[in-house]
């Protein structure tokens, strides 16, 4: 039986294209693969507003509803994979029970803001030209 893999989308959700599907085609092979859009998790309805009125959304109750969403859907340990605004998501659920087994993350939005973490193996993975990477003093103090 192959592992569990959650995969949290970005704060766009499967809304922006196609790009979930390389993911999945190439690690359903590997995992038992469930999907969670983080628009969808955090209730936004949203449509075609800039990248700001999401991250406004977010802030407004957004994440705390994603989270507590999450919280109610996976009970299983899991490995999480997740993009943008779901790795936020995932880290906090994690802290609030979780089971996390692993968690890899591309470019989480303000995790420079907590300052503890999720009991688990974390991998945290940020494009070259994001803005908002945390510190090495930061990553040194999160271990």
Known sequence: MAERLV?????WGSKKGLWIT?????????????FHDSRHLADIRLNNHPSQSMIEALHQGGLNMAVAQ??????????????GA???????????????KSLTALSPLDLHLNDEKPDSRIKLIYGEFYKNIPSNRWATNMD
């Open 7 to 11: 995969i949290l989308s970005d704060m």
């Open 70 to 83: 999450l919280l109610k859907k996976e009970k299983e340990p899991s490995h999480y994979l997740t993009f």
């Open 86 to 100: 779901g790795g936020t998501i995932a880290w906090k659920a994690g802290l609030s029970g979780l089971p996390i």
């Open 22 to 34: 390389s993911y999945l085609g190439y690690l359903q092979q590997y995992f038992d693969i469930v």
